[in-house]
């Protein structure tokens, strides 16, 4: 099973994005423990070192949809702000959303056509008398890369092959930006209250604020 998540600060301040830096730390260590494989498909940096306004990532294994039960929805971080000391504001709420219907594009070579060329000098003139360039084009997508550092057309096949995927994963997470932004629009601010986690602290630590559903005892009656 695989889930595409996004951990973001939604249109919430420095505070915020400095609260997705470390649940994401969190999010990875609880996902490691859980025997969830990852990977972090793209990160939107934030306005200060250490920041993040959002991260992208590909959850894969048996027990995703579980481990995310303790996970989608509102977090919750309690504390002062880092950045400006004299700020009352003490709750801070970030989002952690499933992106669904995003797709992953596959890399896959044997979807790679090449072409062959002489390559060419400064002013167009032919550095070599026979075709050792090579024009790769991925076919899905129609991104290509021209490629002739080399003397061997077989070296600057496999020169080829690691830039174009580069480029077509560019591609993609352009792609997957917009149709990001499309799906945070059904969500104008990240939802409030009711977290699904609380977090409190510089240091980070859970905070364990948990309802209690254990019945009160009735007080007894006294006998007259």
Not at 10 to 15: D, I, K, V, W
Not at 130 to 152: E, H, I, M, P, W
Request: hydrophobic share 35%.
């Amino acid at each position: 099973m695989e889930k595409l998540i996004q951990i973001t600060s939604g249109r919430g301040p420095l505070e915020c994005q400095w609260v997705v830096a470390k649940v994401l730390k969190v999010f990875l260590e609880e996902a490691k423990n859980n025997k969830i494989g990852y990977e972090i498909i793209h990160r939107e940096n934030g306005d200060e070192n250490l920041t993040l306004k959002s991260a992208t990532l590909l959850l894969k294994g048996k027990g995703v949809a579980e481990f995310l039960e303790n996970w989608l929805g509102s977090i919750l971080w309690i504390g002062k702000s880092r950045f400006r000391k004299l700020h009352k504001r003490s709750n801070w709420f970030i989002g952690v959303f499933e992106l669904e219907g995003l797709e992953k594009i596959e890399f896959n070579e044997k979807e790679i056509q090449f072409q062959t060329a002489r390559s060419q000098g400064s002013g167009g003139q032919n550095v070599n008398k026979v075709n050792t360039a090579v024009r790769a084009t991925y076919l899905k997508t129609g991104q290509s890369v021209f490629v002739q550092d080399s003397r061997s057309q077989l070296e600057n096949k496999k020169l080829s092959v690691g830039r174009l995927k580069e480029k077509v994963m560019e591609f993609h997470i352009q792609q997957l930006e917009k149709r990001m932004q499309a799906t945070w629009n059904n969500h104008l601010s990240v939802q409030r209250g009711n977290p699904i986690r609380t977090f409190a602290g510089i240091d980070f630590k859970k905070n364990d604020r948990q309802k209690s559903f254990k019945k009160r005892k009735k007080p007894t009656e006294k006998r007259i």
